[in-house]
Protein backbone atom coordinates (compact mmCIF):
# COMPACT_ATOMS: atom_id res chain seq x y z
CA UNK A 1 0.00 0.00 0.00
CA UNK A 2 2.79 2.43 0.74
CA UNK A 3 4.16 2.16 -3.00
CA UNK A 4 0.92 4.09 -3.98
CA UNK A 5 2.08 7.16 -1.64
CA UNK A 6 3.19 9.42 -3.98
CA UNK A 7 6.02 12.00 -2.65
CA UNK A 8 5.39 15.82 -3.15
CA UNK A 9 6.66 16.90 -6.69
CA UNK A 10 5.39 20.13 -6.90
CA UNK A 11 4.44 23.29 -5.38
CA UNK A 12 0.55 22.91 -6.37
CA UNK A 13 0.83 19.97 -3.74
CA UNK A 14 2.40 22.16 -1.44
CA UNK A 15 -0.15 24.80 -1.98
CA UNK A 16 -2.57 22.84 -1.25
CA UNK A 17 -1.08 21.06 1.57
CA UNK A 18 -0.99 24.10 3.06
CA UNK A 19 -4.51 25.64 2.52
CA UNK A 20 -5.97 22.57 4.07
CA UNK A 21 -3.29 22.57 7.21
CA UNK A 22 -4.24 26.36 7.98
CA UNK A 23 -7.71 26.08 8.00
CA UNK A 24 -8.27 22.47 9.46
CA UNK A 25 -5.59 24.31 12.37
CA UNK A 26 -8.00 27.47 12.63
CA UNK A 27 -10.64 25.22 13.25
CA UNK A 28 -9.62 23.69 15.95
CA UNK A 29 -8.00 26.96 17.50
CA UNK A 30 -10.96 28.82 17.27
CA UNK A 31 -13.12 28.11 20.34
CA UNK A 32 -9.16 28.65 22.11
CA UNK A 33 -9.13 32.45 20.84
CA UNK A 34 -10.61 35.29 23.86
CA UNK A 35 -13.93 36.35 23.29
CA UNK A 36 -12.47 39.52 22.48
CA UNK A 37 -10.34 38.42 19.59
CA UNK A 38 -12.68 35.79 18.00
CA UNK A 39 -14.05 38.33 15.50
CA UNK A 40 -11.03 39.30 14.64
CA UNK A 41 -9.86 35.70 13.88
CA UNK A 42 -13.09 35.11 12.30
CA UNK A 43 -12.41 37.63 9.49
CA UNK A 44 -8.88 36.04 8.99
CA UNK A 45 -10.28 32.57 8.69
CA UNK A 46 -12.07 34.14 6.05
CA UNK A 47 -10.25 36.15 4.23
CA UNK A 48 -7.07 34.12 4.23
CA UNK A 49 -8.11 31.17 1.94
CA UNK A 50 -9.65 33.88 -0.32
CA UNK A 51 -6.28 35.97 -0.48
CA UNK A 52 -4.77 32.22 -1.46
CA UNK A 53 -6.93 31.43 -4.09
CA UNK A 54 -6.28 34.95 -5.49
CA UNK A 55 -2.14 35.01 -5.74
CA UNK A 56 -2.82 31.37 -6.69
CA UNK A 57 -5.09 32.15 -9.80
CA UNK A 58 -2.64 35.39 -10.93
CA UNK A 59 0.38 33.15 -10.49
CA UNK A 60 -1.52 30.65 -12.90
CA UNK A 61 -2.55 33.31 -15.31
CA UNK A 62 0.87 35.34 -15.60
CA UNK A 63 3.62 32.78 -14.47
CA UNK A 64 1.42 28.80 -14.87
CA UNK A 65 5.11 27.15 -15.32
CA UNK A 66 6.40 27.96 -11.85
CA UNK A 67 3.86 25.36 -10.33
CA UNK A 68 5.02 22.74 -12.25
CA UNK A 69 7.37 20.09 -11.18
CA UNK A 70 9.91 18.82 -14.05
CA UNK A 71 8.44 15.58 -13.54
CA UNK A 72 4.94 16.96 -14.50
CA UNK A 73 5.70 17.22 -17.84
CA UNK A 74 5.36 13.70 -20.23
CA UNK A 75 8.90 14.92 -21.58
CA UNK A 76 12.00 16.61 -21.17
CA UNK A 77 11.56 18.98 -24.74
CA UNK A 78 8.70 19.51 -23.09
CA UNK A 79 9.70 21.51 -20.02
CA UNK A 80 12.90 22.74 -21.47
CA UNK A 81 10.79 24.57 -24.72
CA UNK A 82 8.90 26.21 -20.82
CA UNK A 83 11.75 27.42 -19.51
CA UNK A 84 14.06 27.16 -22.69
CA UNK A 85 12.76 30.47 -25.22
CA UNK A 86 14.72 30.58 -28.35
CA UNK A 87 15.22 34.32 -28.80
CA UNK A 88 13.74 35.59 -31.57
CA UNK A 89 16.29 36.36 -34.91
CA UNK A 90 17.09 39.88 -35.02
CA UNK A 91 15.08 40.50 -38.61
CA UNK A 92 17.13 43.86 -39.34
CA UNK A 93 20.58 42.07 -39.35
CA UNK A 94 21.44 42.17 -42.83
CA UNK A 95 24.61 40.14 -44.34
CA UNK A 96 25.35 41.95 -47.33
CA UNK A 97 28.99 42.77 -47.59
CA UNK A 98 28.61 46.44 -48.13
CA UNK A 99 26.34 46.46 -45.07
CA UNK A 100 29.04 44.75 -43.26
CA UNK A 101 31.38 46.95 -43.97
CA UNK A 102 29.26 50.37 -42.87
CA UNK A 103 28.22 48.50 -39.51
CA UNK A 104 32.51 48.41 -39.15
CA UNK A 105 32.72 51.77 -39.74
CA UNK A 106 29.92 52.79 -37.21
CA UNK A 107 31.40 51.00 -34.75
CA UNK A 108 34.53 52.94 -34.98
CA UNK A 109 36.78 49.64 -36.38
CA UNK A 110 38.99 51.08 -38.72
CA UNK A 111 40.14 47.55 -40.29
CA UNK A 112 38.14 44.20 -40.91
CA UNK A 113 38.57 41.89 -37.99
CA UNK A 114 40.64 39.29 -38.83
CA UNK A 115 40.76 35.28 -38.04
CA UNK A 116 43.98 35.91 -37.08
CA UNK A 117 43.17 38.48 -34.79
CA UNK A 118 41.34 35.54 -32.21
CA UNK A 119 44.57 34.74 -30.37
CA UNK A 120 44.30 32.08 -27.63
CA UNK A 121 47.68 30.33 -26.25
CA UNK A 122 48.17 26.82 -26.50
CA UNK A 123 47.98 26.26 -22.79
CA UNK A 124 44.09 27.57 -23.07
CA UNK A 125 43.18 26.01 -26.21
CA UNK A 126 44.93 22.18 -24.52
CA UNK A 127 42.71 22.96 -21.02
CA UNK A 128 39.59 24.00 -23.23
CA UNK A 129 40.04 20.33 -24.83
CA UNK A 130 40.54 19.07 -21.35
CA UNK A 131 37.18 20.14 -19.79
CA UNK A 132 35.27 19.84 -23.16
CA UNK A 133 36.61 16.22 -23.76
CA UNK A 134 35.92 14.96 -19.94
CA UNK A 135 32.20 16.46 -20.10
CA UNK A 136 31.65 14.61 -23.39
CA UNK A 137 32.53 11.07 -22.03
CA UNK A 138 30.96 11.88 -18.77
CA UNK A 139 27.67 12.58 -20.31
CA UNK A 140 27.47 9.78 -22.74
CA UNK A 141 28.58 7.32 -19.68
CA UNK A 142 25.81 8.75 -17.78
CA UNK A 143 23.36 8.10 -20.57
CA UNK A 144 24.15 5.11 -21.06
CA UNK A 145 24.45 3.63 -16.99
CA UNK A 146 22.04 6.24 -15.40
CA UNK A 147 18.28 7.09 -16.10
CA UNK A 148 18.22 10.50 -16.22
CA UNK A 149 15.16 12.28 -16.14
CA UNK A 150 16.32 16.07 -17.13
CA UNK A 151 19.94 16.82 -18.11
CA UNK A 152 22.14 18.05 -14.73
CA UNK A 153 25.03 19.62 -15.01
CA UNK A 154 28.07 17.69 -15.19
CA UNK A 155 29.04 18.21 -11.21
CA UNK A 156 25.90 16.68 -10.12
CA UNK A 157 26.49 13.48 -12.17
CA UNK A 158 29.78 12.96 -10.74
CA UNK A 159 28.79 11.72 -6.90
CA UNK A 160 26.11 9.45 -8.83
CA UNK A 161 28.48 7.85 -11.04
CA UNK A 162 30.72 7.26 -8.03
CA UNK A 163 27.51 6.12 -5.97
CA UNK A 164 27.25 3.66 -8.93
CA UNK A 165 30.63 2.78 -8.91
CA UNK A 166 31.10 3.90 -12.14
CA UNK A 167 33.94 5.87 -12.04
CA UNK A 168 36.27 5.33 -9.06
CA UNK A 169 36.27 8.30 -6.39
CA UNK A 170 39.98 8.85 -7.68
CA UNK A 171 38.75 9.68 -10.43
CA UNK A 172 36.22 11.79 -9.07
CA UNK A 173 38.88 13.97 -7.51
CA UNK A 174 40.95 14.06 -10.49
CA UNK A 175 37.88 15.25 -12.46
CA UNK A 176 37.20 18.29 -10.07
CA UNK A 177 40.54 19.26 -9.84
CA UNK A 178 41.49 19.14 -13.41
CA UNK A 179 37.89 21.19 -13.61
CA UNK A 180 39.56 23.46 -11.26
CA UNK A 181 42.29 24.21 -13.63
CA UNK A 182 40.76 24.48 -16.57
CA UNK A 183 37.74 26.58 -15.80
CA UNK A 184 39.56 29.82 -15.28
CA UNK A 185 41.18 29.18 -18.77
CA UNK A 186 38.01 29.09 -20.53
CA UNK A 187 36.57 32.35 -18.61
CA UNK A 188 39.90 34.31 -19.40
CA UNK A 189 41.17 34.57 -16.29
CA UNK A 190 44.67 32.53 -17.78
CA UNK A 191 46.88 34.27 -15.41
CA UNK A 192 45.10 32.63 -11.76
CA UNK A 193 46.73 29.40 -13.44
CA UNK A 194 50.04 28.39 -12.18
CA UNK A 195 53.37 26.64 -14.57
CA UNK A 196 52.49 23.62 -12.14
CA UNK A 197 48.72 23.24 -12.68
CA UNK A 198 49.03 23.60 -15.85
CA UNK A 199 51.89 21.19 -16.18
CA UNK A 200 49.75 19.20 -13.86
CA UNK A 201 46.69 18.94 -16.24
CA UNK A 202 49.21 18.15 -19.54
CA UNK A 203 50.23 14.74 -17.73
CA UNK A 204 46.72 14.00 -15.91
CA UNK A 205 44.39 14.74 -18.69
CA UNK A 206 45.74 12.38 -21.33
CA UNK A 207 45.39 8.78 -19.49
CA UNK A 208 42.08 10.26 -17.33
CA UNK A 209 39.94 10.65 -20.76
CA UNK A 210 41.27 7.42 -22.29
CA UNK A 211 39.99 5.38 -19.22
CA UNK A 212 36.76 7.79 -19.40
CA UNK A 213 36.81 6.77 -23.42
CA UNK A 214 37.22 2.72 -22.07
CA UNK A 215 33.91 2.49 -19.78
CA UNK A 216 31.29 1.02 -22.21
Given at each position: ???K ?9 I??I???L ?20 I ?12 L ?17 Y ?27 K ?9 T??K ?52 I?P ?13 SP ?5 E ?8 D ?17
Amino acid sequence: MTEKVKFISNPLTIIAIFAALAEINATVSIGLVDKELQQTFIWFVILFPTLLIILFFLTLNFNTKVIYAPSDYKTDESFQKMFLIDPKPDKEINFDKDIIKKTIQELGIKTEPKEQSIKVSDDVQFLFGVRYSIEKELRRITIKFIEEDRPRPVVMLLPRLVEQQIITPNQHKVIRNLFSIASPAIHGEEQRLTVAEIDFAKQIAPGLIDELRKIE
